[in-house]
């Protein structure tokens, strides 16, 4: 069987950390959620993830890669210490001579993108587009042509940017022209783009005239109750009636147990031919002081694949 063909089963893990604003109100001031302007990234860690995630029967890790890399056509970008274009090829080296597939993430959400650094502030502008259009291309390049590509697009809202000093937000038909611009550009690589799929939660009838069914649809859910009439999780349903690709997401981050149920409720009412597999979040950064929450994190996806033998 090729890697093609498996079953997805992958993890997220954050090279950069910097998704949120710079400057959020104290009172949202919270440990490692700030961007900084430095890597927050231990390798010793990152490591035993690794191995962790092979020993798991894990297959594939989605890399955010934000400003952690010093990229050739936007070194601008890079926090000290970000990874050489160098470094970052070694690493996918390694990740894929142990079995463990990687895929690109770069989060393209104004409610997430505080590592596009001064480009965060110059959002739907032609400027901005070439800059988009020149990180994808590199990244592409870098990971050799990935399956996958993942665009984040999650969370564009006035209530997730509350608390930043500066917010921006594309609405109606100028989000899904930049998601497009964005889908059209992967697409020309010969890659599949990859999206959060939260923003059918509240324009369903706008997501289904316009999301491209080339799109994987990552729809995540992180509570206990499964169901048609739970908010969240009935947008599984929703996807697949609409005939989506999805990778469903699920997380340790209230509920140990939300992976197990996910994958059973999703292989239950999505068909195989678009089950293409299943993703564990932690939202931690790669760093010592999170090690127990990884690990349990991975514990939990181990779990659930043996559950599905």
Known sequence: MSSNDRMIWAYLVHLSY?????RPAPEWSLEHVSAKPYLRFDQTLWRDIRQAMVEAGLNMVVLDLGDSVAYRSHPEIAVEGAWSVDQLRAELAQLRAIGLEPVPKLNFSTSHDAWLGP???CVSTELYYQVCRELIDEVVELFDGPRFFHLGMDEETARHQRHYAYAVIRQHGLWWHDLQLLVDHVEAADVRPWVWSDYVWEHPDAFFANMPHSVVQSN???????????????????????????IPTGSSWTTP?????????????????????FLQTVWKPTLESCRDEHMRAIGLAAQAIAECQ
């Open 220 to 246: 995540w859910y992180y509570g206990a109750a499964f169901g048609p009439d739970v908010e969240r999780c009935s947008a599984y349903l929703d996807l697949e009636a609409h005939g989506y690709d999805q």
């Open 119 to 121: 480009y965060s502030r």
């Open 257 to 277: 147990e939300n992976l197990s149920r996910t994958v059973a409720f999703c292989r239950e009412h999505v068909a195989p031919p678009r089950l293409l597999g």
């Open 18 to 22: 910097n998704m949120w604003a710079d």
